[in-house]
């Protein structure tokens, strides 16, 4: 299957995705903000993923690309193709169906490895979700980076996984929101501590080394899920 993945910005990448997705298509959106225009009425991947980034996911005046992207987003649900949103792909997910984000939201950033309470098994919307969840339920320590967050689902989205603060596990369709960072390695995670001063780096790079496995194995089987494994 082919796997469309857009990279919204330089120091998210698509890192352990690409160890785990068979063949696929990296777009850098920033270089090219026609590619999305050109990518939003071509014909549809095999699938979609939409990375993180800085950007908001209503800044499109900054970020050109963005309504090429929730375009795109709408043609794949619409044809019952898979798409994974991380953190900002997420959103973008979210506020494209009539959803909420609330920028720099007021109950504060998450950063670093979180914990996840999940919802009831009926929680699983479509698009393969039921065996995703399954696959997921040993999963309960992520990674997260971001300051944004999901304040309100679209009307119909089922909340499968929340932290303390957020939802970080949605499902609208055949399209899946992860709130957190899957695809992270522990150079990027480096890279974001040290451009945060409001974080310990040290403290943020142990939390990463001590559930190395844990965020690996869900990292698997999101791209798994993503590439039409199961």
């Known amino acids: 299957m082919n796997v469309l993945v857009i990279q919204n910005d330089p120091i998210v990448p698509v890192g352990q995705l690409s160890a785990f997705l068979g ?30 980034g800085r950007a908001s996911a209503y800044d499109d005046e900054a970020f050109p690309w963005l309504e090429a992207e929730r375009e795109l987003v709408r043609r794949c649900v619409r044809a ?32 670093g490895v979180i914990s996840l309470a999940w919802g009831t ?11 995703l969840r399954m696959a997921l339920a040993s999963t309960h320590t992520v990674f997260a980076d971001h300051s944004d967050a999901i304040t309100q689902l679209p009307p119909g989205a089922r909340e499968w996984a929340r932290s303390q ?58 791209a798994d899920w993503a590439s039409g494994v199961f």
Do not use: M
């Open 121 to 131: 098994n009926d929680q699983a919307g479509g698009g393969g979700a039921v065996p």
């Open 80 to 111: 019952n193709i898979r798409v994974l949103g991380i953190c900002l792909g997420a959103q973008l997910i979210a506020a494209t169906f009539g959803g909420r984000v609330t920028i720099d939201d007021p109950a504060g950033p998450e950063c």
């Open 23 to 52: 063949g696929h298509e990296v777009v850098r959106a920033w270089e090219d903000p026609q590619r999305l225009q050109d990518l939003a009425a071509a014909p549809l991947p095999g699938a979609l993923i939409l990375l993180g």
């Open 165 to 222: 603060k957020y939802t970080q596990i949605f499902s609208y369709g055949s399209a899946l929101g992860i709130q957190f960072h899957p695809e992270v390695t522990r150079e990027t995670a480096i890279v974001w501590a040290s451009d945060n001063e409001a974080v310990d780096t040290e403290q943020i790079v142990a939390g990463y080394d001590a559930h190395e496995g844990e965020l690996a194995s869900a990292c698997k089987t999101l």
